[in-house]
């Protein structure tokens, strides 16, 4: 595992660095002062948002939670196959796979970019590192606030998907959202948004969705927990990385395809 997260990272590291997009901003994005008030500005903006959308913007979260809906009436067909279709193999690569939507391996991650970015002197580089630990904390907030408030039952404990304990501290209630997908999202879009390179974007978001696909696997969540997580994730992302820009983010389009026959996601990003 360690060999080849190391060799994911160094990817990132050589084909990120060279490519990160230049974007014109004073300060140095350094561990400081500095840092922890973009990190409490940053906070309010990511909870206060939704007070400033229009109408674009609830439209694209009406789709989100509309399409969350759609997958949980799928839930049940769809978790059933994970089943169906599991192996010991596929259970190690799944167990694996999820690793990269654990926050300490997450904050390797951006602390891989942070240190080059001080290595060779890049402050594109250690601005990629300092937002995406500032995605994944503020992600966190949001997301075990839901968690909290929703009580949602994991599939583990057989108490299918209508079971609901709202407000319960207790881990076996906290499904929605799925918690390693929001982290692994909210950490590949600000990759992804401070990359030039398609490589780079295509690494990123190929990890996160992989562990999104792993959490039903791995019987930690249902389908629709896992797409709301990722929504989630990116939203966090990409808020911050307007903060920080001034520019507008990139769409995101959810195309949805549930039928007896075949269930299907695309997530679609136009830059």
């Known amino acids: 595992m360690r060999t080849l997260f190391g060799l994911v990272l160094l990817s990132l590291l050589l084909v990120g660095g060279p490519a990160l997009s230049q974007e014109k901003d004073p300060r140095t994005y350094r561990l400081n002062t500095q840092f922890l008030k973009d990190l409490k500005n940053d906070f309010v903006s990511v909870w206060t948002g939704p007070l400033e959308w229009g109408g674009r913007d609830w439209t694209k979260f009406a789709v989100a939670l509309g399409a969350t809906g759609l997958i949980y009436i799928g839930d049940d067909g769809i978790y059933d196959w994970t089943k169906t279709n599991r192996s010991t193999s596929g259970d190690d690569f799944w167990k694996f796979v999820s690793r990269f939507g654990e926050p300490l391996i997450l904050l390797g991650v951006s602390g891989g970019f942070y240190a080059a970015g ?4 890049s402050t594109g580089m250690r601005k ?3 937002l995406s630990v500032e995605s994944l904390l503020i992600s966190s907030t949001v997301l075990y606030a839901l968690k909290w408030a929703v009580g949602r039952a994991r599939p583990y404990t057989e108490e299918g998907k209508h079971s609901f304990q709202p407000f319960s501290l207790e881990s076996d209630y906290h499904s929605f959202p799925s918690g390693h997908t929001t982290a692994a999202f909210s950490v590949a879009s600000v990759i992804a948004h401070h990359n030039d390179s398609l490589v ?8 996160a969705t992989l562990v999104a696909f792993a959490r039903p696997f791995q019987d930690k969540h249902w389908p629709s927990d896992v797409f709301f997580g990722a929504a989630l994730g990116y939203y966090v992302g990409q808020k911050i990385c307007a903060c920080h820009s ?9 195309w949805l395809m549930l039928t007896p ?7 679609s990003f136009s830059f």
Do not use: P, R
């Open 128 to 130: 990629t590192a300092l």
């Open 261 to 267: 026959y075949q269930q299907g996601l695309t997530l």
């Open 246 to 254: 001034g520019l507008a983010t990139k769409n995101l389009d959810i």
């Open 118 to 121: 001080e290595i060779i002197g």
């Open 200 to 207: 780079v974007d295509i690494l990123s978001y190929s990890m």
